[in-house]
């Protein structure tokens, strides 16, 4: 089995765990030892699919402004923990790759492997959530219609992207990629990058 597919494994699992409670606030029962790239991939999908339904909650338009501000920060938490992840993911790409020489006419990626595989993630939490609207009962035959319309274009992302990213590491393994990483520097977390953060300071 190579990268993807494990991956694909891995988060359709993920997900379907999470679904087990549907609870934003359930403790992650992460079945893969701590340190191995199979629980930091398992805890990526946890993640993605915990705010996925903190942004369904937060849409609510009868939620109290309270609960509404609070869920924000968690949600701007979630997003630092989940580009940490990503990073921590490019770490184990770097080790893998970084040593191999690349070829005169290799390329640049626009993406960093792990990011792509973070789309992977985020796919999968959409396939989970179209197909509960494919299967719902309660509307019209031509919003089913085009639920299924949707699942299908989703479904052929999935084969598109596994293939891709498959193709992509081979690149980096046989030298027609060079693989590079850039970390984020998100600056609006920094308090010594964000002038709102770094002003109240003085």
């Known amino acids: 089995m190579n990268f993807v597919t494990s991956a694909n494994t891995i988060f359709a699992q993920a997900v379907k765990d999470y679904h087990k409670t549907d609870n934003v606030d359930a403790p992650i029962q992460n079945p893969y030892k701590q340190g191995t790239i199979e629980a930091d991939l398992y805890l990526k999908n946890w993640i993605d699919v915990v705010q996925w339904h903190l942004e369904d909650i937060i849409r609510d338009p009868q939620i109290d402004p309270v609960e509404a501000l609070a869920l924000k920060r968690r949600i701007d938490r979630s997003n630092q923990d989940r580009t940490d992840l990503v990073e921590r993911i490019d770490s184990y790409f770097w080790e893998q790759f970084h040593n191999i020489t690349p070829k005169a006419d290799a390329r640049i990626n626009t ?32 919003q089913h219609d085009k639920c299924v319309a949707k699942m299908a274009v989703l479904k052929e992302q999935l084969s598109d992207m596994t293939t ?7 690149d980096y393994a046989d030298g027609t990629r060079v693989m590079k990483v850039y970390r984020q520097m998100k600056m609006y977390n920094d308090p010594t990058l964000n002038p709102v953060l770094y002003a109240n300071k003085k």
């Open 164 to 170: 891709s990213i498959t193709q992509l590491l081979a």
């Open 111 to 142: 993406e960093s492997p792990a990011w792509a595989i973070d789309r992977l993630s985020i796919l999968h939490v959409k396939l989970w959530h179209m197909q509960e609207q494919v299967d719902r009962t309660d509307v019209s035959p031509e």
